[in-house]
């Protein structure tokens, strides 16, 4: 088993640079967060069933430079989301800042996208709820085009252009690994057709996890890997999922400043330790 640490980075909050060293220090191997690009005053999308939102929701720093921040403090840890909210992203943006990210890092990038559940904050970039899956499947698709190839162009519903330049391309080839969130049958035939790995939610349990393997054996990709974040310090729960076939676990580090997160980092650390 991997372990991780899986966070929301803010302001007031450790620093990425920080966070990051320190998490390599202590022998996990990636650090993943959270994006939102903001939080709609008047909201009516629930989370999780409540219409609270926790406090560091509304001041989530930008991923990729937070990232970015994380990598010159760092040398072996992936850097990943979980996830960015790609249909309220531009691509050719967002393919951009991952590939100068993953250049920046020495090939540490790693893409967690989702499709997202704030629908009024989706609404504020201009994407149709209803029609962000579809959204996704082409940007997916537009984005591994720009990183692989010299002269890219994509010609679809949702996304459209012509032939570009764009540089820096990724230092991993073929490309960052993408992870695509959530377990909806939509999300999981996106595993399939676009995905490197799958990132189920905290609460996925595991005779979930080992059904949807198996769903991903019989549609022609077995082994895909699987990292679930935002796990609290549960080692019933690890031992579980582990049998089920994840991969990695991303550790939920609360939100707080530098003193209390290195501290929360120590005691994680050693669970991981013990169940290493």
Not at 87 to 104: F, G, M, N, S
Not at 149 to 156: A, I, S, T
Not at 189 to 202: E, I, S, T, Y
Not at 216 to 242: K, N
Request: charged share 25%; aromatic share 6%; with cysteine.
């Amino acid at each position: 088993m991997k372990f991780g640490i899986y966070t929301l980075l803010t302001a007031d909050g450790v620093r990425p640079d920080v966070v990051a060293r320190a998490a390599e220090e202590r022998g996990f191997d990636s650090l993943f967060i959270a994006e939102h690009s903001h939080i709609p005053v008047k909201r009516e999308t629930l989370w999780q069933g409540r219409a609270e939102l926790p406090h560091a929701y509304y001041r989530t720093l930008a991923p990729f430079t937070a990232l970015a921040a994380a990598s010159t403090a760092t040398s072996t840890i992936l850097l990943g989301t979980a996830v960015a909210l790609l249909p309220q992203r531009d691509p050719i943006h967002t393919a951009k800042e991952v590939a100068t990210l993953d250049v920046l890092s020495g090939g540490r990038a790693l893409l967690g996208v989702g499709v997202g559940w704030n629908r009024e904050e989706m609404r504020n970039h201009g994407t149709d709820p209803r029609t962000r899956g579809a959204r996704l499947d082409e940007q997916l698709a537009a984005i591994k085009a720009i990183w692989t190839e010299d002269e890219p162009e994509f010609h679809g519903e949702h996304v459209d252009f012509d032939p570009i330049h764009l540089w820096p391309k990724p230092v991993r080839r073929p490309h960052p690994p993408i992870y695509i969130g959530g377990e909806s049958p939509a999300a999981l035939a996106r595993v399939v057709r676009h995905g490197d790995g799958w990132l189920p939610r905290a609460a996925t349990p595991p005779a979930e996890i080992r059904r949807v393997a198996g769903l991903f054996a019989e549609r022609g990709r077995p082994g895909v890997p699987i990292t679930l974040c935002g796990l609290d310090a549960d080692a019933r729960a690890v031992t579980e999922l582990a049998g089920a076939g994840v991969e990695r676990i991303g550790l939920a580090l609360p939100t707080t400043p530098e003193a209390e997160a290195l501290h929360a980092l120590d005691d994680l650390a050693a669970f991981a330790d013990d169940l290493r």
